[in-house]
Structures are given as C-alpha cells and as structure tokens.
C-alpha cells in the first residue's frame, strides 16, 4: 500500500491552483474489449467543463489505488481522466510472480497488446466526460505501453511516459505513429530502462519526424512517482506532475 501522506503532499504541491471548488466523483468502468471484459477507472468533475480526456495506462501490477489517485489529481485539474485496463477484469495479480506473468505475456504477444490498448481508446468515447481530444499516459510497465500504441497509430494528441520501458521492440519502428507529440520523464538513473535507451528512441523519433521531448530527473531511479517504492523521489514525483500538466495544456 502506498504512504498516502506522501501522495496527498505530491497532489496538493501539484494541484494547487486546482483544488478549490472541484467536486470529483471517481467510479469503476466496465468495458469490453474483442469479447473480454476489462474494468477501469473513471474520474472527473461533473461541474465543470472538461479540459480534455487522459487515459493512464496502469503499472504491471495491474489496476490498483495509484492509479485511481492519480486519476483524481487529472480531475481535480480540470481534467476527464480514465485510467485504462490492459489485463482483464478477471486478473487479480497478487506478487511479482504474477506481475511478470501478465506483463510477460503481452509483451509476448504484441497484437493482442495494440487491441487491448485500442479497445480502450474506444471505449474511452463512452466515459463520463469524454473528451474528442485525448492523451494517453503511463508509468513504468504504462509507459512502455504508451509507446506502444503510439507506435501502433494511436490517433490521439500526445503520449507520455513516467519511467517507462523505453526500447522499441524488434520488427516495429514508427513509420505507422499519427505524429502527436511524444514526452519523457525519467530518471538518469534508471536500471530499468537507462539514459542510454532514451537517447535511442528520441533519434528514432528524429528520424521519423515526430515532435518529442524528455525531462530528466537526475540520479532518479525506477519508479520515482511512485511513493510505496524505494526508488521515490517526491520532488521529481511532484515536478514531473507539472510537467504533465504543462503537457496537456498544449496538447488539448
């Protein structure tokens, strides 16, 4: 379980201008994806009009409260924010053994990753407050999966990974991207995916001519939004939220 102390510090540094008078309501959302059903997360004020739509991607632990916090703090930013379900409504992933498993078998299994994330997209046009603009985010195992279906052609207006699995998979380049904006958090050190990774895949977005752009949270590690991980580093969590904001404003 993550400190909530430290995530209500990062929410309410980040939420500032924000917070007052926001009424967000946050409720489950079914959905099916090619005759599966997923369930997600959906969080807006209804009182006022929406900015534009985020769809986060979750962690490879699956849908859990980060994700549903993080979704509120989009919310209470003025934001309609649907944080998405890649692994089935089925899946109950309880330890690392099953979080290598669920993640495993889509990074195994490319084509069945893009329908899923798709799928969402589409079912995002039915949520609470949908938006026609959207962006998708995502943290760590989110991230990759954020690439993922901007590599796939994902027709939206931007794309940003938090620590995210950065290397482009063998057989797939961007040729195929609808050219939104793509941008980076992440931390110099990282062992998950190192700075040497980034420097890759922005020459790749070079070459295919796709706007991009990265922070860099130096000697941050893996997971540094995250405050139920060792590697939490609450001022780049905090700052690295501005910047996401920041992000959207321009894109939506």
């Not at 954020?146 to 796939?152: G, Q, W």
């Not at 860099?216 to 997971?223: S, T």
Request: charged share 20%.
């Amino acid at each position: 379980m993550f400190h909530r102390h430290l995530v209500a510090a990062a929410a309410a540094a980040a939420l500032a201008p924000f917070a007052a008078g926001a009424e967000v309501t946050g409720e489950p959302f079914a959905y099916t994806v090619d005759g599966m059903a997923f369930e997600g997360y959906v969080a807006h004020d209804p009182a006022r009009e929406s900015l534009g739509t985020v769809l986060i991607v979750h962690d490879w632990d699956g849908m859990t409260e980060y994700e549903e916090m993080r979704a509120r703090m989009l919310a209470e930013a003025g934001y309609t924010a649907f944080a998405i379900d890649v692994y089935g409504a089925e899946a109950d992933p309880q330890g690392m053994e099953d979080y290598r498993a669920l993640s495993g078998a889509l990074y195994g299994d490319r084509e069945t990753f893009r329908t899923r994330l798709m799928g969402s997209i589409e079912a995002a046009a039915e949520i609470p407050g949908a938006t026609e603009g959207m962006v998708m985010i995502g943290y760590c195992f989110g991230g990759a999966a954020v690439l993922e279906a901007a590599r796939a052609g994902a027709d939206l207006q931007g794309f940003v990974s938090f620590h995210g699995g950065l290397p482009t998979p063998e057989g797939q380049d961007w040729s195929a991207a609808s050219g939104a904006p793509v941008m980076f958090f992440h931390g110099s050190a990282d062992p998950v995916s190192g700075i040497g990774d980034l420097a890759v895949v922005m020459e790749e977005l070079v070459a295919a001519g796709i706007p991009h752009g990265a922070k860099i949270y130096g000697g941050a590690r893996h997971a540094f939004t995250v405050p139920s991980s060792d590697d939490f580093v609450e001022e780049a969590s905090i700052d690295s939220f501005a910047g996401l904001l920041e992000f959207l404003g321009d894109a939506l």
